[in-house]
């Protein structure tokens, strides 16, 4: 099949994946559906990032133990200066971001929220925290990227913001991907100990 075909199929199986994430009630029920639904297409997914070499030998993601502290649902502050950053991707060439608004999250600090400019638009909220190049991948975790189907759900004005499903962008799996990372308006200083954790071979 078309690699073009195969992202269309990944992102249509992402999509359907968080769809059934929002409709369920119990975010620990939501989560145990939304690991085994990634790890499978890790896995076995022909647009995995996994590289293909790899798959059959994959052990799967490595992911957290669901804590219910790092759920929150936020507000969004869209009184935020106007800020533009364009970013380089292996699959959608240079994609430009525009700030539109900045979350809250208790006890962790601010982070910015931003939306892919471009056709279709969509959040992207990346985060980078005291784990990262240590317990998580060093570059950053995604917590939604809803123009890629990673949409958590909220309200008018509000983000679920569950980091319990952060997970590891593209280009932790491999260096051909060129994935766009958290800045310092995306940096928190905690730890996020939940979420997609770095691969088991520390990677």
Do not use: I
């Not at 957290?64 to 935020?80: I, L």
């Not at 400019?117 to 939604?144: E, H, I, M, Q």
């Amino acid at each position: 099949m078309d690699a073009r075909w195969q992202v269309l199929d990944w992102r249509r199986r992402v999509a359907s994946l968080y769809r059934v994430v929002r409709q369920e009630q119990d975010p620990r029920v939501a989560h145990t559906v939304w690991v085994e639904g990634r790890d499978a297409l890790l896995r076995r997914h022909p647009a995995s990032p996994v590289p293909e070499r790899e798959r059959a030998v994959y052990a799967g993601a490595v992911v957290a133990p669901y804590d219910g502290d790092y759920r929150f649902v936020v507000e969004v502050d869209r009184t935020v200066a106007d800020l533009r950053q364009e970013v380089p991707t292996a699959t959608d060439g240079v994609v430009p971001f525009e700030l539109v608004g900045r979350v809250t999250l208790p006890g962790l600090g601010e982070l910015d929220v931003w939306w892919a400019a471009v056709y279709g638009g969509g959040v992207f909220l990346p985060v980078k925290d005291a784990t990262s190049g240590k317990a998580s991948y060093g570059g950053g975790r995604y917590a939604l990227d809803t123009a890629k189907g990673a949409d958590l759900g909220g309200h008018q004005g509000a983000l679920v913001v569950d980091l319990n499903f952060s997970y590891q962008p593209s280009c932790a799996y491999d260096d051909a991907w060129v994935c766009p990372l958290p800045t310092a308006g995306n940096t928190l200083t905690e730890a996020v100990p939940v979420g997609e954790l770095a691969s088991r071979d520390g990677s």
